[in-house]
């Protein structure tokens, strides 16, 4: 004999149970289902929207969606009231699943911005003029021309200095220690380098051409004099530039400042060249804030021995601040929607789950978990939006924003027995809001849940529909309904959600509901809509009078949807 199980009783089956008048809570006890097979080798199937469903029937559906029924992993059945969800190898390969473990990264808030590249002030020598005289034997002759330490700059013809080495030497005649260290300080202090005046003392003859070399090394940056210019003290004569070391100023945004200290380690893309050092250190942060920009720029040191940093070359900039060991996921692997963030964790046996998380930081494709994983934990970093929510994309339902718009009409959408069996679950709300008003029972807040965590993925699916409006206004009001759980507030938004679903109803699918025996009632006064399963009306709202809706003759579109609901499915979608 097949057996069948149903671990954990849905909304549907509590609202759908034929005539029963006692409270939902005590009502779930009612659905009897045969035990579970005990022999652990009995293959079991079970539904991917429902994974609370359980089978040994290979080629049965699912009773509450008609979806066909796919393998469990051996073993599984005993934790199929986990949430957990069933795929098989062939499915996982075809889904591209890829599962990566939840481990321990060093990394921090980082700070982003943009910056250019200049040269280094503190690699910058200017050689200017001390004494009046002639430009002579200029050995640098343009802009760019690389110069070595101690290299010949050029010679200077200067009567002034002429005088001064001749006194140089009459104090050396007369040997006058005090007078030779007097001249020979003004000798340097006029200009005359120490090498020039090693010579003079070894010679003991005047040089009357004067050479000028080089102190540091350096690229000639700019050239003030040409051969034979005459110069007087002051004059600037060229500037040498080393580009071994460069400053990248960067502009942070104000809010961001005070986190900037000297010494931070930073990390550099420069678009014009690739291959540049990529690290530098923060070397200064300036004092004052941009008014116009609202940044403050600070000054980055970065080695550049290859060259290839130019100053003017833009930066893009990442400070990275309170680095520390965080357990974390890839960002990719983190989901959102109406439960919050959570992932995709793997139970292994080809089976998933989805966990609840609290994210940290988030930096370089990571999220920081916090005490929600364990190191280690296997999530699905790949193919976890098909795995969400029961499996409900691993069945194909992608978004469809390539082929659907805002005009579209709802009898027009694309449709199968999986999505209207989706959209029935806030009908089966609705359904279960009106029996709940009508016996005087409170609503259980939880069932509301399904429905909610489902609008999520419809509504990706059909956004820009007037399906995914349909869909979230029916979301609001069953979070509005979770609080409310009887009476007027219930009744309120049991209004609310009909209103919601009004355009569906009456344009989408009314086959599907005719045919399923739902009927559709209007308060005569207020207005308010309501559906129920028997033709006899019972208002929720009161006393008033109440108006049967007539369900719209089907145009062609919609009896291809209810066509399409109906096929290889013997409930057709929620047996109501």
Not at 285 to 292: C, E, G, H, L, S
Not at 506 to 519: I, N
Request: proline share 6%.
């Amino acid at each position: 004999m097949k057996t069948t199980v149903l671990v954990v009783t849905t909304v549907l089956t509590l609202v759908l149970v034929a005539c029963g008048k006692q409270p939902a809570a005590e009502r779930a006890t009612d659905i009897a289902a045969e035990p579970a097979a005990a022999a652990g080798d009995v293959q079991q199937y079970t539904c991917s929207m429902h994974p609370h469903y359980i089978s040994t029937d290979p080629d049965g559906t699912c009773p509450i969606c008609g979806m066909k029924l796919v393998p469990m992993a051996r073993g599984a059945g005993a934790a199929a009231n986990d949430g957990a969800v069933a795929v098989a190898a062939e499915m996982m390969q075809t889904m591209g699943v890829r599962t990566v473990p939840a481990t321990m990264d060093s990394f921090g808030r980082t700070v982003r911005a943009f910056g250019a590249v200049q040269s280094d002030e503190r690699l910058e020598h200017t050689a200017v003029a001390r004494f009046e005289g002639w430009i002579e034997s200029l050995a640098v002759r343009a802009v760019g021309d690389p110069v070595a330490a101690g290299t010949l700059l050029y010679r200077i013809y200067s009567p002034e200095l002429i005088a001064a080495q001749k006194d140089y030497l009459n104090a050396l005649e007369v040997n006058n220690p005090q007078r030779i260290a007097a001249v020979k300080q003004r000798l340097v202090s006029r200009g005359m380098q120490g090498s020039a005046v090693n010579v003079l003392m070894k010679t003991r003859q005047v040089i009357e051409r004067v050479p000028v070399y080089a102190e540091v090394a350096g690229t000639v940056a700019e050239l003030s004099v040409r051969e034979g210019d005459y110069v007087r003290p002051g004059t600037p004569i060229l500037r040498l530039q080393s580009y071994s070391r460069v400053w990248v100023i960067a502009s942070i945004p104000e809010q961001d400042v005070a986190l900037i200290r000297a010494g931070m380690p930073v990390r550099l893309s420069i678009p014009s060249a690739p291959d540049a050092p990529a690290d530098g250190t923060v070397d200064f942060v300036y004092p004052t804030i941009d008014q116009r920009t609202r940044t403050a720029d600070v000054r980055i040191v970065v080695p550049n021995n290859n060259g290839q940093l130019r100053p003017g070359a833009y930066a893009d900039v990442s400070i990275a601040l309170d680095t520390a060991p965080r357990l974390s996921v890839p960002t990719a692997a983190i989901l959102r929607d109406s439960r919050g963030a959570h992932v995709i964790v793997a139970l292994g046996e080809g089976r998933f789950a989805a966990k609840s998380v609290r994210t940290g930081l988030t930096a370089s494709g990571r999220t920081e978990i916090v005490g929600s994983l364990a190191p280690g934990e296997q999530v699905v970093a790949n193919g976890q939006f098909l795995l969400d929510s029961g499996g409900e994309s691993a069945l194909g339902l992608m978004p469809l924003q390539d082929t659907i718009t805002a005009d579209t009409p709802l009898s027009q959408l694309p449709m199968d027995t999986t999505t209207v069996a989706q959209i029935d679950h806030f009908t089966d709300m609705a359904l279960y809001f009106h029996e709940s008003l009508t016996d005087g029972y409170r609503i259980e807040p939880s069932f509301a849940d399904p429905a909610i965590a489902l609008g999520d993925q419809l509504a990706r699916r059909f956004a820009n529909s007037r399906l995914a409006a349909v869909i979230e206004a029916s979301q609001v009001a069953l979070r509005q309904a979770k609080d409310a759980a009887t009476g007027a507030p219930l009744a309120a938004q049991l209004a609310r959600l009909m209103v919601a679903l009004e355009p569906w109803l009456l344009e989408g699918a009314p086959q599907h509901y005719q045919q399923a025996g739902v009927s559709l009632f209007r308060d005569r006064e207020s207005g308010q809509l309501w559906l129920q399963k028997t033709s006899t009306p019972n208002n929720p709202y009161g006393a008033g009078a109440a108006e049967l809706i007539d369900w719209p003759a089907p145009t062609a579109a919609q009896s291809a949807t209810t066509e399409s609901a109906a096929t290889n499915d013997p409930h057709v979608g929620h047996r109501h």
